[in-house]
């Protein structure tokens, strides 16, 4: 038996993954050309630029520790929309923190990269970037 819903229901997400790669390589060309000083940006380089821009504070020298929170700050931002984090509060020092509404689901790493660049390109599309 032929089931036209399992094709359509492939095309669907082979043309969503086609879209979302395309949408995250806009990111990485536009990110890269303003940031990368002639290298192209990996994920965590962008996530990096996340926490900066989240931050608001501009491109200050940070320790290592700020380094790492400033990434931890981009991941709950990209993640907040998908019901994951929410905003809660901004310390003395303007740092933004946020609380978690739902744990993530254990997922492998490649699974992981996915999410994060669907929640880059969906970050960069609010910010009318593409």
Known sequence: MHCIFAENWNLYYMSRDI???ENYEKVVEILSAKFGGGETLNLDAI????????????????KKD?????MHIAICRLLEPFGYYEFDFFDDDGWPHYKVIEELPVLKSGEQT???KEAIVLYFQNQELI
Do not use: P, R, T
């Open 66 to 70: 700020d380094k790492v929170n400033l």
């Open 114 to 116: 996915v999410l994060m």
């Open 19 to 21: 879209e979302l790669k």
């Open 47 to 62: 996530i990096y630029l996340i926490g900066v821009q989240e931050l608001g504070q501009g491109a200050l020298k940070f």
